[in-house]
C-alpha cells in the first residue's frame, strides 16, 4: 500500500511537471496554425531530405520546448505537409538543440564544455540521420498512426478539392455560412484560416477549439506514460539499474536504461546527471543527455498518437544505436 | 494499440457529454495544480522553481476550462470532422478527470527510507567532478543538511571539520554496514520533480544504540563533527570499503514532526 502510494505520488509529480510543458507545446501548435502559411513553409523547406533535416532539427531555436512539448508541435508540422524527414529531425533534436537546454548544460557542466559541446553534436547529428533515413519512405501515411493518417488524408483530400474549383455547394459534407459566403465545415477550414478572411471572425475559436482537443487528447497519452513510468521507477530499484553499470561499455548502457526510466525533462536534465558525475564516467553520462531527451516512456504514449507503434521502434532502435556507437567512440578518445 | 473506430460513423460524435467531460477535464486539472500551489503541496512533487509555471498552468487551464464549458452551453463549438486520438471519444478526458480527482483527494506521499534504500543513499552526491573553490558563508551551526554535504563536497577533508558546531535535521536511516551506535540522518533532494529525488545523509554517532530511532523519524540532532573511519558502501561496485568520512557527534537529540519543506533543492 505504501509502495503504491509512493508510486502515484511519482506518477503525480510526473504530471504536475509535464503538465505545463504540455500545454505550451499545444499553445504553440495552436498558434502555428494561424503563424505560419503553410504554402510558405512548404515553399522555403529545402527539398533535399538531408538538408531538410538540418533544417528541421534546428526548428528546435525557434520552439524552446521539451519533449512533452515537441510532440504537438511536430503534428501540426506534419499536417501543415512539411516532410517527416524534417518533422522526425525536429521531433528528436528539438528537445537537446534549443537555447534554454543548452544553457542548463553549460550551467551543470560548464567545467567539463567538452559535454555540452558534444551532447549538441551528437544530438544533432542522431536527429539528421534519422531524419534522413526516414526520408527513404515517400509516403508520409505509411509511417503514421491509422487515425492520424486518416486525418492527415481528410486535410490533404480536401485542399486538392477545393484547389479543383468545384463549386462549393457540390462537393458533400457540412457546410457553415459565414457573412453570406459558405464554407465547408471541415479540416479545410483550419488550414485556411489563416488567408481565408471570411474565416477571420472563427480564428478565436478554431484556436480554443484545437487547443482544447489536443489537450484532453494528449493530456490522456501523458496521463498513461507516467502512469507506466512511475510504476517503472517504485518497482525497479535505480541502485538495481547504476549497478549493470561497471565498464565502459555497461555504464553507457546503464545510463541510456536510467534515462528511460527516470522520463526526466530535458530543460534539468543536465542538473540530474550531474549528481552522477562522480560515479560514472563522462561517456555515460554523455549517453544520458543524448538519448534521455529523445526517448522516455513518459513521451512515448505521445509519439503512439502520431507514429505507428513500428516506426517509433524503429526510431528508437536507430537513436539507441547511434547514441551508443558516438559515446563509446567519445570515450575512447577524452 | 488502435482503439479507435471509424468515427464517420459514430452518432455519438457530437455528444454534448464529450464536450462536458473535455471541460469538466480542464477545470478539475486546473483546480488540482492551484490546490497544489496554495497548499505548499508542490513542494513535494517538483523543484520550487516551477511554481510559477504550476501557478500560470492552473489558470490557463480553469479558463480553458470555463470558456469550453461556456461553448458547449451556446452550443456553438465546432468540432473537427476527425478526431486524431487513439481513445474512443471521451475516454481521454475521463481518464484525466479520474487522475485530477484521485490527486484531489489523496495528498502526495512524503518518500520514506524504504525510497531511500532503493535508490541508494549518499554521502557524496551534489558533487562537480572538479570541485571549484569554496568559501563558506554561513556558521557551521546554521548550515542545513543539505548545506553540509555540500560543505564537505566542496572541500572533502573530514579532519578539517574537527569540532565544528552542527544543528541539523533529517530522517532516520539505518544501514547495514555501519555499527550499531550509527545511524544516517537523511534527506532526500530534488532536481526536478520528485521522480529523481535522491537521498543524501549525514552519519551520526549515537551514544545508544540507533534502535531507539527508529527508521523515518524526523529528528533534530545538535552535536560537533568528528572524523572517523567508517565501513561506507560504494554506490557502483557496492563493496563496503572502510574511508574517512565526517561523522556527526549527537549531543541532544530530539524527535520533530514532519517539517512542511521535507526535501532539500538542487
Known sequence: ?334 | MNLANPRKANPNKNNPLFSWLDGLALLTWGSLLLKYTITGQYKLLIHPNYYGLVLASSIILLGLGIVKIKLTLAHTQQKNSEHIALFSPGFSSSLLICVAIAGLMIPPKILTSQSAMKTGVRDIPLTRSQPQSFRTVTKPEERSLIEWIRTINAYPEPDAYKGQLANVSGFVLHLKELPDNYLMLSRFVITCCAVDAYPIGIPVKLETSRNTYPPDTWLQIQGAMIAETLPIKEQVSKTTMERRSVVLAAKSIKSIPIPADPYGYK
Open chain 1, 1 to 334: 500500500m505504501n509502495q503504491l502510494h509512493i508510486a502515484f505520488t511519482l506518477f503525480l509529480s510526473l504530471l504536475v511537471e509535464a503538465i505545463p510543458f504540455l500545454l505550451l507545446g499545444v499553445l504553440l501548435s495552436s498558434g502555428l496554425l494561424f503563424l505560419i502559411d503553410e504554402k510558405q513553409l512548404i515553399t522555403r523547406l529545402p527539398k533535399n531530405p538531408l538538408l531538410g533535416s538540418v533544417v528541421g532539427s534546428c526548428i528546435g531555436f525557434l520552439f524552446p520546448v521539451c519533449e512533452c512539448g515537441n510532440i504537438p508541435v511536430a503534428r501540426r508540422l506534419l499536417l501543415k505537409r512539411v516532410s517527416p524527414s524534417v518533422a522526425i529531425s525536429f521531433l528528436l533534436a528539438a528537445p537537446t538543440i534549443n537555447p534554454i537546454v543548452i544553457w542548463s548544460t553549460w550551467v551543470a557542466f560548464g567545467n567539463q564544455p567538452q559535454i555540452v559541446i558534444f551532447r549538441v553534436l551528437f544530438s544533432l547529428a542522431i536527429a539528421i540521420i534519422v531524419g534522413w533515413v526516414f526520408s527513404t519512405q515517400k509516403d508520409t501515411r505509411l509511417l503514421l498512426q491509422t487515425s492520424f493518417a486518416r486525418r492527415f488524408d481528410s486535410i490533404i483530400y480536401s485542399q486538392s478539392e477545393n484547389t479543383e474549383g468545384k463549386p462549393l455547394l457540390l462537393q458533400s459534407g457540412s457546410f457553415i455560412l459565414d457573412g453570406g459566403q459558405v464554407l465547408p465545415f471541415n479540416n479545410s477550414l483550419l488550414l485556411d484560416a489563416g488567408q481565408n478572411s471570411a474565416a477571420l471572425k472563427s480564428k478565436g475559436q478554431f484556436f480554443v477549439d484545437n487547443l482544447l482537443q489536443e489537450f484532453s487528447e494528449l493530456g490522456g497519452m501523458l496521463v498513461l506514460g507516467s502512469a507506466i513510468a512511475a510504476i517503472i521507477q517504485v518497482f525497479v530499484p535505480r541502485e538495481f539499474v547504476l549497478n549493470l553499470g561497471q565498464d565502459t561499455i555497461t555504464s553507457i548502457l546503464a545510463m541510456m536504461l536510467l534515462a528511460v526510466i527516470v522520463s526526466i525533462c530535458s530543460t534539468v536534465d543536465s542538473f540530474f546527471a550531474l549528481s552522477f558525475a562522480a560515479t560514472f564516467t563522462s561517456g555515460s553520462l554523455l549517453a544520458f543527455l543524448v538519448f534521455g531527451p529523445t526517448i522516455d516512456i513518459k513521451s512515448i504514449g505521445l509519439m503512439a498518437s502520431i507514429f505507428k507503434p513500428k516506426i517509433i521502434i524503429y526510431i528508437f532502435t536507430l537513436v539507441a544505436q547511434l547514441t551508443f556507437i558516438f559515446t563509446l567512440t567519445y570515450s575512447y578518445f577524452f
